[in-house]
């Protein structure tokens, strides 16, 4: 009798196992078809285009040109991008402006060089030169290109930062702000410090400039 219930027991016991192997085995190929799903899914979503995403959720209006929020004098009239070179060491050196602005419809960049004498001063100025050139659309989208460039980088940049670097600055200006030096109100502010003195994005965009634009217009300053 005892000899009995053992095996009834035992087969109990065998009955439940192989029911959970085989419930085990079905979540596993459930788990396997839902892997497989998603595989599929990321896979067509990596094969699709982003303009895809964002034809239909954004619209843009650059009727204007690719620099057109300039032409709005009440939002913003004028884009700098400066950059100050460490001439100087960690005293500074001279500086450079780009400053972009409309004028009578047409797109201007004005180049300032404000030179300086480190044997003689770190602060002031001893040559002041300026250059006014009309940006094609070529340039226009070499501008917005430096932008892009000069956020990535200082968005990355996360090492100590120390007065020994070649400092790079953007700033848009509100419609309101009409004197260069004394910038009281900037809808955008962005910089980068370059300890490694090898950013060399600023020049780049400086000579491109220099080299393709039409030169010697005489345009007046916002």
Known sequence: ????????????????????????????NILSEQ????????ENLLRTKESKFLSD???????????GV???????????LSARFADCGEFGGHKEYLKIYVADEK???LFINKSIDCSQSYSKYTKIDTLTYELNEINQKRVLDYLLKLTEVSMLQQDLITN??????IEQLSGYTKDFDILESHEKRLH??????????????????KTTANTGNRCASP
């Open 1 to 28: 009798m005892n000899f009995k219930l053992k095996l009834l027991f035992t087969l109990l016991i065998l009955t439940i196992a192989s029911c959970g192997k085989q419930n085990s085995k079905k979540k596993i």
């Open 35 to 42: 892997n497989l799903k998603l595989k599929d899914s990321i």
């Open 57 to 67: 959720s954004v619209k843009i209006d650059f009727s204007k040109g690719i620099l």
């Open 70 to 80: 300039l032409n709005y004098p009440y939002y913003s009239d004028t884009l700098v």
């Open 107 to 109: 797109y201007i960049c």
């Open 164 to 169: 020994f670097s070649n400092y790079y600055e």
């Open 192 to 209: 980068f410090r370059d300890q490694s003195l090898k950013w060399k994005e600023f020049e780049k965009l400086r000579e491109n400039i």
